[in-house]
């Protein structure tokens, strides 16, 4: 494996484990613990944010180098989405974590922090099905190319 497919399997792991770990210690803390907890993790996530913009940019950019102008279904399909994911992510999801911390640290639980939570929510469970559509095609685009490789292989067909 090559150092730049080595880059993008891990910014991607750590894309999905972030996301994934923002999402649901916003649902368990939202509905399980009190404000206080609710505080800690819209804090932890508006810290978070950074992490995740960078992984995200990582795997993006080492996605696109790799894929360059390959004309396979699954690239079409990745790149496709990719807009999606981003476009969530700057438009809805960052600016709705700083607004939630901020909302959060002055104590302000009113109905626009609720709103706005559950559009992060809805959003985030979006973005999360997107990215997880994205590694399911990676991993598939992976094996085709292993089984490429392998001396007198057949290179399945997309179906």
Known sequence: MTLKRKVHAIAAAATVVLLATFWSSTLISELFLSSVAVTAVKQGIA??????????????????????????????????????IAI????????????LASRAT??????????????????????????????????RLSSRRRQAMKPNAQIPREI
Request: proline share 4%; glycine share 14%.
């Open 47 to 84: 810290y978070g944010v950074l992490a995740l913009v960078l992984a995200m940019a990582a795997t993006g950019a080492t996605g696109f180098s790799m894929g360059g102008k390959g004309k396979l279904p699954l690239l079409a399909a990745k790149r496709k989405r990719m807009p999606f």
């Open 88 to 99: 969530n992510g700057l438009v809805i999801l960052i600016p709705s974590a700083l607004f």
């Open 106 to 139: 002055a104590g302000v639980f009113d109905a626009r922090f609720y709103a706005v939570q559950v559009l992060e929510l809805l959003v985030g469970g979006i973005n999360l099905t997107l990215i997880g559509l994205n590694v399911r095609d990676g991993l």
